[in-house]
């Protein structure tokens, strides 16, 4: 697609529950990224796919977060018994080969309540 | 120390002024900085783009890395209310694919 398409925007959902947050990079681009942006902060790093693997998920704060992507294109952030202060904006980005900076997604806006 | 840290805002400039946005980073091995804009929620948007030292011009824009200092500033001249925003300074690691570190960011707003 033309830009880098995240889905849904908007996630409300209770404590405890499970969510799934999905990102559909620019076609082409090998790089994905998801990084969580809290309220008058930058965005933080999360996790790093170049192709089908995690070259870096350093940035993930526990082990209920998690990230696949199976097919090197679609990558689904999934997060397991969501607490309030998992409550942030994800943003996925991506890139090409060259580098030279991402492209960032809108974000979707997890509500954690 | 954060590894990379943001001037305070937010900041307010009459339509036309030159604003100066600006950053210092901790580790003076990487060599990739950017600049990113963000409007309400929206993603942010890459605006420059520089690998080590000097000086990039875009347009209205100049962006200036200083690694003897480890200053990053962002210039924006004849600005536009259209240019209110917060403006992002992000450091990248050792190779142009790595994760970005950034700051907390500036709202600038410009005034008509």
């Known amino acids: 697609g033309a830009g880098v398409s995240q889905t849904p925007s908007n996630k409300v959902t209770e404590k405890g529950k499970y969510v799934e947050l999905r990102c559909d990079p620019i076609?082409?681009?090998?790089?994905l990224y998801w990084y969580r942006q809290s309220l008058g902060q930058g965005p933080e790093f999360l996790i790093y796919f170049q192709g089908t693997g995690a070259a870096d998920d350093s940035g993930l704060p526990n082990d209920r977060f998690f990230a696949v992507r199976p097919e090197g294109s679609v990558s689904t952030l999934k997060i397991q018994r969501t607490e309030r202060g998992d409550s942030a904006v994800y943003l996925c980005a991506s890139s090409s080969d060259r580098g030279q900076g991402y492209t960032f997604g809108s974000g979707t806006r997890l509500t954690v309540v | 120390q954060k590894e990379v840290e943001q001037d305070p805002g937010p900041l307010s400039v009459p339509e036309g002024a030159i604003v100066s946005l600006n950053c210092t980073y901790s580790n003076s091995a990487f060599q990739y900085f950017m600049w990113y804009r963000q409007y309400s929620r929206k993603g942010p948007e890459l605006l420059m783009y520089?690998?080590?030292?000097g000086n990039k011009e875009d347009g209205r824009f100049t962006a200036q890395v200083d690694k003897s200092s480890k200053y990053i500033s962002l210039f924006i001249r004849d600005s536009q209310p259209s240019d209110s925003a917060t403006y992002l300074c992000?450091?990248?690691?050792?190779?142009?694919?790595?994760?970005?570190?950034f700051g907390k960011g500036i709202t600038l707003s410009v005034r008509p």
């Open positions: 520089t690998y080590s030292s």
């Open positions: 076609s082409g681009h090998t790089a």
């Open positions: 992000a450091r990248g690691g050792a190779g142009a694919n790595s994760k970005l570190t």
